[in-house]
């Protein structure tokens, strides 16, 4: 019998980055770690907004055991980059974001764009339309 | 349309501010009439969650757009709802006066 398929868990801001590498003594090519957006998500609610694990799940919609161990895996994920000096690389897991981002390529912004169509959507500060959809699909 | 820009302090040289929320004041700037108002942040001392009263004040200056290095998870919810566009400037050390240029220059 297959495995009942994985919810979707809300993610509200993208990460800022696509990435970490380690620099210093040992900074040679190691196999990268994937961190999913939905573990970077779950740090930041509960490490950096300091939300509890119950009112982080909330914001997520996905259950409290299941915010626990999707907090433990981003944890270890970093953990494991650090401890073996490997870099991070974020990837989409099953992340839903809750609204559309673009990313402006130009001026490295990140912005919603809310009734607006698609083919008129520009980069509000430089007008650029090198854009870079950051979206559930 | 009008745009909220956070920022730490009410010169128009300051830098913006790394978290919506916690910023010192707001520089509304109307790219109609070009004009900019500057109100304080109307949650200032309020502890924990200050979305909800910042984001009325803004409704009510009819503020469509908001600028700012961060945005709590709570205040993106709120201001989804109301069909405000949300930019992150991820780059803190813009000035106010700086991003008014940009934003002028769209209409130029």
Redesign the interface.
Known sequence: MSPRPKNNRTVFDPPKFKGYKPFGYYDGENEPVFLFFEEYSALKLCDYELMTQSQASQVMNISRPTFTRLYESARRKIALALAEARPIEVEKGRAYFSNDWYNCRACNIFFTAPEMELSSIRCPLCQSKNLEEITTN | MKTAIAAQSSNSETLIDKHFGKCSHFHIYDDISHTTEVINNPAQGIKGCKGDVIVDELIAKSVK?VIAG????KV??LL?QN?????????TRVSVSE?IE??N??NS
Do not use: A, E
Request: glycine share 4%.
């Open positions: 757009r961060d945005f709590g998870t993106q919810q989804n069909q405000i566009q949300m930019i992150i400037h991820p780059d991003i940009l934003l220059h769209k």
